[in-house]
Nanobody, 123 residues
Framework: QVQLVESGGGLVQAGGSLRLVCAAS????????MGWFRQAPGKQRELVAG???????KYADSVKGRFAISRDNAKTTVYLQMNALAPEDTAVYYC?????????????????WGQGTQVTVSS
């Protein structure tokens, strides 16, 4: 069992930055693929960024070059650094964990989810 708690969301002006933090508790954190997803009103949930247990990363095209995902296995924490934020980045951001890379990267699913944190970017 893994519990995920996100923090770091908020209101920021376009062009600004935020860092989201996902604190995980439970066993074997290091074996999980971790993902950050987001869902805007009226839109489907989408993968923003993912990181495997080995540290390989994947990004949505819309955030490449602006966002960076990282993990600290010793602290059982995953981060999402978001720079050059734009109004279209406004959404609820969710942290997710799964033992299978494909669930996070391809199936928009995961065994464990956080409660979400709101990110609002004003123009």
């Amino acid at each position: 069992q893994v519990q995920l708690v996100e923090s770091g969301g908020g209101l920021v002006q376009a062009g600004g930055s935020l860092r989201l933090v996902c604190a995980a508790s439970g066993r074997s954190f290091s074996v999980y693929t971790m993902g950050w997803f987001r869902q805007a009103p009226g839109k489907q949930r989408e993968l923003v960024a993912g990181i495997t247990s080995g540290g390989s990363t994947k990004y949505a095209d819309s955030v490449k070059g602006r966002f960076a995902i990282s993990r600290d296995n010793a602290k059982t924490t995953v981060y999402l650094q978001m720079n050059a934020l734009a109004p279209e980045d406004t959404a609820v951001y969710y942290c997710a964990a799964d033992r299978k890379v494909s669930n996070i990267y391809s199936r928009n699913s995961a065994d464990y989810w956080g409660q979400g944190t709101q990110v609002t970017v004003s123009s």
